[in-house]
């Protein structure tokens, strides 16, 4: 199976598992847009009842033509479940996210949800977080160069993302810098290195929030859990 396969395939597993009834949140990127296009099947062919709260609008698109009815977190503060991607994932469940752009209104997301489930292929899984992705972080338009340098001035290599040669803008109208860091040996620390930052809006660094991991291997869906959960 490729890497495809792989996403597709926990995506299915993971859209069998929403209840009759349930509120949840819908993660951004592929393997969200597949988890949701799997809801939708589910909601057209076995008459599921379920509302979403949607981390980007790329995945309003997703869920209006998958036939998922949405909602807002004004209208429900508290979700049962959210779904969603990663770009890194450690032993300990701590994510790397925003490789596309999305990661502030997911992690927002993602807190308002009792049970927080990741979908990932194999190749998503580090020892280390930063050992393969760069950390995403949503910065502020205004003064963006200084917020740029005062993290570059603790070593984080940050890198404006652009898209077709224009600097990358977020759903929420903001840039993203990407922090080259490499293995990262405290990722709570930097996490909150990162908020304390003037210009920062949300780190890609979601620490202590996911509860389960659900991993594509060629043998099959594997489930990550949070010990205590
Ligand atoms: O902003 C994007 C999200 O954090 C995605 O969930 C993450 O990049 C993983 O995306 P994909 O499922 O496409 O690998």
Redesign the pocket.
Known sequence: MNQLDL?RMVAYRAAQLVPDGALIGL????????FVQFLGERVRNEGLRVVGVP??ERTVAAAKAAGVELTTLEEHPELDMAF????EVDPDLN?????????AR?KIVAKASRVFVV???ES?LVDILGSKSPV?VEVLQFGWTRTSRELESMGLQPVLRTRDGLPYVTDNGNYVLDLHVGPISNPSDLDLKLHLVTGVVET?LFIDIASLVMVGTQDGVIEMRRPQD
């Open positions: 996403k993660g951004s990127g592929s393997t969200a847009e597949l981390t980007s969603d991607g990663a770009d994510l790397v996210k925003g490789l596309g752009g999305a990661l997911e979908l990932v292929d998503k995403p890609g």
